[in-house]
């Protein structure tokens, strides 16, 4: 795997060799700010402001309530996995007259987590599609809401059009242990695909 060298980043422990960088991505509404605030030990910078009625017009709040605030730019928050290993997570925003910001957030990234929400599955197609242009290995966590419905793994994985190699797992985005979890299963992902490389 590609690395940079972490010692050189003061704020960091000396022992830390390695910092990976992961996207957090999703469509619009999904979770990508919480769960990168859930997890990271460092107080996360966000770039939330306050949705207008400018932006009405073209962010569906359609089934979503009480949105006040929207991610333009990125989130960013930083997990230590061990002595020498961090991760920096960067989460992508996820309405379309963003995407152009992907470019430089997927540069050096390692792999993407997806956020996915069952209500609105059909939304994630347009986030798959950039991830797999930028390609970018993956794995897809469907963040349960309250109220959304549930599906088997089997059919969320048909509906999504996953391969059979492509991790999915449930997570809830304010829960520091699912998400963990969530997150651990695309570094394995990510651990496997490393070893199958000659």
Same mark, same amino acid.
């Given at each position: 795997?590609?690395? /940079?060298?972490?010692?050189?980043?003061?704020?960091?422990? @000396?022992?830390?060799?390695?910092?990976?960088?992961?996207?957090? !991505?999703?469509?619009?509404?999904?979770?990508?700010?919480?769960?990168?605030?859930?997890?990271? @030990?460092?107080?996360?910078?966000?770039?939330?402001?306050?949705?207008?009625?400018?932006?009405? *017009?073209?962010?569906?709040?359609?089934?979503?309530?009480?949105?006040?605030?929207?991610?333009?730019?990125?989130?960013?928050?930083?997990?230590?996995?061990?002595?020498?290993? !961090?991760?920096?997570?960067?989460? /992508?925003?996820? %309405?379309?007259?963003?995407?152009?910001?992907?470019?430089?957030?997927?540069?050096?990234?390692?792999? /993407?987590?997806?956020?996915?929400?069952?209500?609105?599955? %059909? @939304?994630?197609?347009?986030?798959?599609?950039?991830?797999?242009?930028?390609?970018?290995?993956? *794995? !897809? *966590?469907?963040?349960?809401?309250?109220? /959304?419905?549930?599906?088997? @793994?089997?059919?969320?994985?048909?509906?999504?059009?996953?391969?059979?190699?492509?991790?999915?797992?449930?997570?809830?985005?304010?829960?520091?242990?699912?998400?963990?979890?969530?997150?651990?299963?695309? !570094?394995?992902?990510?651990?496997?695909?490393?070893?199958? %490389?000659?």
């Amino acid at each position: 795997m590609d690395s /940079a060298l972490a010692s050189e980043t003061p704020y960091l422990r @000396e022992s830390v060799r390695t910092a990976v960088k992961i996207l957090i !991505v999703g469509h619009f509404a999904v979770g990508k700010t919480t769960y990168v605030g859930t997890l990271s @030990e460092i107080r996360p910078l966000r770039t939330e402001e306050r949705m207008t009625q400018a932006g009405a *017009a073209v962010d569906d709040l359609a089934g979503i309530r009480d949105k006040t605030t929207t991610t333009v730019a990125m989130d960013f928050g930083r997990l230590t996995l061990s002595d020498d290993l !961090v991760l920096y997570l960067f989460g /992508a925003p996820g %309405q379309q007259r963003f995407t152009r910001l992907w470019d430089d957030l997927a540069r050096g990234a390692l792999g /993407a987590l997806i956020l996915v929400d069952t209500a609105r599955l %059909q @939304e994630s197609f347009a986030v798959m599609d950039i991830v797999e242009k930028q390609g970018l290995p993956y *794995a !897809v *966590a469907v963040n349960h809401f309250e109220g /959304a419905p549930r599906f088997p @793994e089997t059919e969320v994985r048909e509906a999504l059009d996953l391969t059979p190699a492509t991790p999915l797992v449930s997570c809830d985005a304010r829960d520091r242990v699912s998400s963990t979890e969530a997150l651990i299963s695309l !570094v394995d992902h990510l651990l496997t695909l490393d070893g199958e %490389q000659p």
